[in-house]
């Protein structure tokens, strides 16, 4: 079976190297080190960027995503239609070609991946070591729907907010969460959350994201600014924890709450099942 997979991966990745020439990496800035008081003004401008994201609901569009870990360099053309929390299905197109050579299927507990080259169909828990031996991202499926929705959801009361840093006109809170802390850089002239960091409860970064090129959406009364493109780093990968695995997702078009959105996807018949949660370690990673 890791042979028939190891075949799998190497086809279903050569098909998705294409366009090499403008990859993309993500880019890392600085964050705020000013410490300041967490006044009434702040506190505001958290509970706005909180409820931001709350009216996003589904995303129906495309995408070019770049995923580099350790050991290869990969860039996809995809079409992604989500929504948050529930199902993703991701449709990807081999380069300028356009001929679809994968199906993808994520729910809350279970993925598919369909392997139209090799007729076979990859099937697995939704847990963060299989989304790792898919997408590089070895994280938990929520954060993944909204890291692709490009959005951030924010839970936790002001109370939470442990500490305020400013710096070249941009505001970062930290906030008490289970396992840890995590870091949201906010620009307080847009209200946009511009960035994340998760950290674990030993002071280790795991987790680090950063959004750019923001256009506006009217959503349900409301001007909400999401980002075109979405930079992921993770810091301790699960799978292959030899470096660092990085995300760039970049959308070309997307329709915000669709409402004709439907998520359809056609389990294929007479395939090679493989099982994600007997795959221990993925060559390609």
Partial sequence: MKQAFRGFLYVFFVFFAAGCADFRTVTIEEWPTESVELSEDLAELYRDVSEASKVVAAIDGYADIWIRTPKRGEHLYCTVQLERSKDTRIIVSAGVVGWPVADMLFRPDSLFVHDMLNNRLLVGR????????????????????????????????????????????????????????????????????????????????????????????????????????????????????????????????????????????????????????????????
């Fill in 126 to 285: 939704n847990h963060p070591d299989n989304l790792e031996k898919i997408l590089g991202l070895g994280a938990g499926y929520e954060f993944l729907s909204d890291v692709l929705a490009g959005v951030v959801a924010v839970d936790e009361p002001v109370q939470s907010i442990e500490r305020v840093y400013k710096g070249a006109g941009k505001v970062s809170f930290v906030v008490v969460v289970e396992g840890g802390k995590k870091e949201l850089l906010v620009n307080p002239l847009t209200r946009n959350i511009e960035g994340l960091l998760f950290i674990d409860s030993r002071g280790r970064k795991q987790v680090e994201v950063h959004f750019r090129q923001f256009s506006p959406y009217a959503l349900e009364g409301k001007t909400v600014n999401l980002p075109g493109e979405i930079d992921v780093m993770m810091f301790n990968p699960g799978v292959d924890g030899n470096g660092k695995h990085e995300l760039v997702i970049a959308y070309d078009e997307r329709v915000v709450n669709p409402a004709d959105l439907d998520i359809q996807f056609k389990m294929p018949e007479k395939v090679k099942i493989i099982d994600l949660d007997r795959v221990v370690q993925l060559p390609w990673m």
